[in-house]
């Protein structure tokens, strides 16, 4: 059986690779604190699985959201 290299720029072989820097637990944690802007004109999904009805007032109320 013949060896073949990888052209350049092609993907290597998993676990042959330099792995790539983990980052630390301070840098996980303001990365997920981070506030996230409402998009506009976005709807409530909680209301809108109630009017499909694929949610009752008890998993509404569950889940946080208001009875309308």
Do not use: F, N, Y
């Amino acid at each position: 059986m013949r060896r073949r290299r990888a052209a350049p720029g092609a993907p290597t072989i998993p676990g042959t690779a330099v792995k790539p820097r983990r980052p630390s637990a301070d840098e996980i944690t303001a990365a997920m604190s981070r506030p996230v802007p409402p998009v506009p004109d976005q709807g409530d999904l909680v209301d809108h699985w109630r009017d499909c009805g694929l949610l009752d007032d008890d998993q509404v109320d569950a889940l946080g959201g208001e009875r309308s």
